[in-house]
């Protein structure tokens, strides 16, 4: 069978979006790279002659391809030469230690290596303590689209099926070793055609993409859903405030995601009362609920925020908030997409609960994931029947609007009661000279478990460890008042600017007992 059999005649999967669009408008600017731009017409022609080099060279459904680059018009072009072939892409991060790339490079076992030269040489540190060496080759035109190394076993031709992988996104593993997500084309498709409905982009939209492409959010949330339609993609490679705000006056940015915290850093960054803003009617938020101040700051710029939540094993669009609703319900994250449901349980029993409730919530449908690559127990531990277990506890109002509680990993019980750190948190921060908090829950051998509090101060402020303590108590129950304060010069994120509890689990078992303790780090 030919390759151009298989593209004429095979599913409609998520590498026709990329070739049906260039027929449409092939002239249009897909990508505009760091000021470098690429039409759909070409874009489609070097995935479309790179799909033909992998199949060529026995690449096929079953194999995985792993990246490690920075966002780039090369990526791009993996992926759908990837999805033209029937290939899923690993795209990993740039940001792991050589030790850590080595054990997520062991654990996906991919049959082709690309590597951006930047990053050449941590993947080289990391590939010699891998047991089975995969192919290597180079990302671009004069790298992996130039020549294709065999592939080791071949696969068999066949077409791209809509339950076949097309995404496999490594977790953080904030909390525990990095999982791979499995995401189809079936996921990927379903996900897009929710964003569709819901937030919907026109071949008219000029996207802002700023996450790292090694997390789900920097491909299907508004990049592919911007592929499908026509619009143009504005591609960075990293955040710079200051940057972004250049772009979005000079490109005309109409649609953009991103994390609260990059959101302030615009509103904080001094050309942020200059910037114009008036073409930018679509402003995701992802990742955490934004704070109320901040979305003030944006409406009073004539931008009202959206909010949305997520998480990698659905693909990740759960819920969302349209941002004329966000005065209503503030601190909430929405109902669900279409083609989602979602259900609160309580975590006791299992059961659901109905009307005005607060549990864990679970998430349902197309979107969900296929499962943690080569990890069944997992995979089991995640899902009850078709559901996703979310690990997250919300409630839902009487209107049916969710707000997220907390993580209920993250929950601890101090004296047989419940502590939400994010409820601690919350009451810490109403204090003036606190610029942000984190609570973690520690072995207690009188009360179970403790909370310790992490506290960043206010550029310039003088406070104690007791003053913190004392304002917890005018605050919060006796049982929910850290019993230690340690003050750190910044809280420590994710690759997504999610607060990495397990690195402050850590920095609390290696304290000292003394309340008031400065941290640098």
Not at 22 to 33: E, F, G, V, W
Not at 139 to 151: C, D, F, Q
Not at 488 to 516: F, N, Y
Request: aromatic content about 6%.
């Amino acid at each position: 069978m030919t390759w151009d059999a298989l593209l004429d005649d095979g599913p409609h999967t998520i590498g026709r979006w990329i070739t049906d669009r260039a027929t449409q408008s092939p002239t249009r600017i897909a990508i505009d790279d760091r000021g470098v731009t690429i039409d759909y017409g070409t874009l489609a022609g070097r995935a479309v002659t790179l799909a033909e080099g992998l199949r060529a060279a026995g690449y096929g459904p079953g194999h995985r391809i792993a990246t490690v680059t920075g966002n780039s018009t090369d990526q791009v072009v993996v992926f759908f030469a990837c999805a033209l072939a029937g290939v899923a892409l690993v795209p990993l991060s740039w940001r792991l230690t050589p030790r850590e790339l080595s054990d997520v490079l062991t654990r996906c076992e991919p049959a082709l290596v690309l590597v951006e030269d930047e990053y050449a040489t941590l993947a080289g540190e990391a590939l010699r303590t891998v047991g089975s060496v995969p192919r290597v080759a180079a990302l671009g035109t004069a790298g992996i689209e130039a020549s294709v190394p065999a592939a080791s076993l071949p696969a068999s031709a066949r077409h791209v099926h809509d339950d076949d992988p097309l995404l496999v996104i490594y977790t953080s593993g904030s909390e525990a070793a990095p999982k791979g997500v499995v995401l189809t084309h079936a996921n990927c498709f379903w996900t897009n055609l929710a964003l569709a409905r819901a937030l919907p982009l026109t071949h008219d939209d000029v996207v802002l993409a700023m996450l790292p492409q090694f997390h789900i959010a920097a491909w299907n949330c508004q990049p592919l859903l911007a592929w499908w339609v026509g619009a143009t993609v504005v591609l960075e490679r990293s955040f710079q405030p200051s940057r972004a705000l250049q772009l979005i006056t000079e490109r005309g940015v109409t649609a953009m995601m991103g994390v609260p915290t990059q959101y302030a850093l615009l509103a904080d960054d001094r050309a942020w009362p200059s910037a114009d803003l008036s073409r930018l009617r679509l402003a995701v938020v992802g990742g955490a609920t934004i704070p109320s101040a901040l979305q003030a700051e944006w409406t009073g710029r004539g931008v009202a925020l959206t909010q949305g939540y997520g998480l990698t094993e659905a693909a990740p669009n759960v819920l969302y908030l349209p941002a004329e609703e966000g005065a209503r319900h503030p601190g909430a994250v929405g109902r669900p997409y279409p083609h989602v449901s979602v259900c609160v349980v309580d975590p006791e029993s299992g059961l659901p609960l109905d009307g005005d409730a607060t549990g864990e919530l679970w998430v349902r449908g197309p979107s969900v994931f296929a499962g943690y690559l080569g990890d069944p127990d997992a995979t089991a531990r995640a899902l009850a029947g078709d559901w996703l277990r979310t690990g997250d506890l919300v409630h839902r109002d009487g209107d049916g609007v969710l707000r997220i509680v907390d993580r209920l990993k993250d929950i601890y019980i101090s004296g047989g009661e419940n502590v939400a750190p994010a409820e601690v948190e919350l009451a810490l921060t109403l204090h003036p000279l606190i610029r942000a908090a984190a609570v973690v829950g520690m072995p207690d051998d009188v009360w179970g478990e403790r909370g310790v509090a992490f506290v960043v101060r206010e550029p310039g402020a003088v406070l104690s460890a007791d003053e913190v303590l004392a304002h917890a108590r005018r605050n919060l129950a006796a049982f929910k008042v850290p019993v230690r304060v340690e003050f750190v010069a910044e809280l420590p994120r994710s690759t997504i600017e999610k607060l990495a509890r397990s690195r402050l689990r850590e920095w609390a078992s290696r304290s000292t007992e003394g309340s008031d303790h400065e941290r640098t780090r």
